[in-house]
């Protein structure tokens, strides 16, 4: 996350997802955060209406095991990469911008988080082709033991969890709350 791109109208959509779910517990994230000054933070996690996990920076040098080593202690956990999701290899330099495949199994799959929502925003589908890149996406979560939801938009948002129950109740959540077009959601 970068400070130039705070509050924009991205930030009202993440701040309406976590709203909805809120009714599910307590929501955690983590920002990601790209750029060296955080002093923003606490405007970021009071817009969104969620404790921050962490203001650590993500940079091409970080050691991802240990900057995401702490999310599994947590319960409800947003990821917010400037990017998105990617199961593909990401050159060294781009990788910050990224929540990279591996890390969201091992968070989504830790036994402490069994009964835990993990929502990631997900902007790293090509225009005109959300909607096949994102269920791609959710059919290989699957495969990996992890239900999923999705909303399909220029920049989607996946959530995911070990508990295909609580995932359906995020669904009817979202569809009661938002009034949403059923189109904009995909459960699997």
């Given at each position: 996350m970068r400070r130039q791109h705070f509050g924009d109208s991205y930030d009202l959509v993440k701040q309406s997802f976590l709203g909805w779910l809120s009714a599910l517990g307590?929501?955690?994230?983590?920002?990601?955060?790209?750029?060296?000054?955080?002093?923003?933070?606490?405007?970021?996690?009071?817009?969104?209406?969620?404790?921050?996990?962490?203001?650590?920076?993500?940079?091409?040098?970080?050691?991802r095991s240990e900057y995401f080593a702490t999310s599994h202690r947590f319960g409800h956990l947003f990821l917010d990469p400037d990017t998105g999701l990617s199961k593909k290899h990401i050159p060294l330099r781009k990788r910050p911008a990224y929540l990279m495949w591996q890390e969201l199994i091992l968070?989504?799959?830790?036994?402490?988080?069994r009964h835990c929502l993990t929502l990631v925003f997900d902007q790293s589908v090509a225009r005109g082709q959300e909607r096949p890149q994102v269920e791609l996406k959710l059919r290989l979560l699957?495969?990996?033991?992890?239900?999923?939801?999705?909303?399909?938009?220029?920049?989607?948002?996946?959530?995911?969890?070990?508990?295909?129950?609580?995932?359906?109740?995020?669904?009817?959540?979202i569809v009661n709350q938002s009034r949403l077009p059923a189109d904009r959601l995909i459960f699997v």
């Open positions: 307590a929501w955690t994230i983590h920002p990601m955060f790209t750029a060296p000054s955080c002093e923003w933070a606490q405007e970021f996690s009071k817009l969104v209406g969620c404790r921050l996990l962490s203001t650590e920076v993500l940079r091409p040098e970080t050691n968070i989504g799959k830790a036994k402490e988080r699957r495969s990996e033991g992890l239900f999923g939801l999705a909303y399909v938009s220029q920049a989607c948002f996946i959530l995911v969890s070990q508990d295909r129950h609580l995932v359906s109740c995020a669904h009817k959540l």
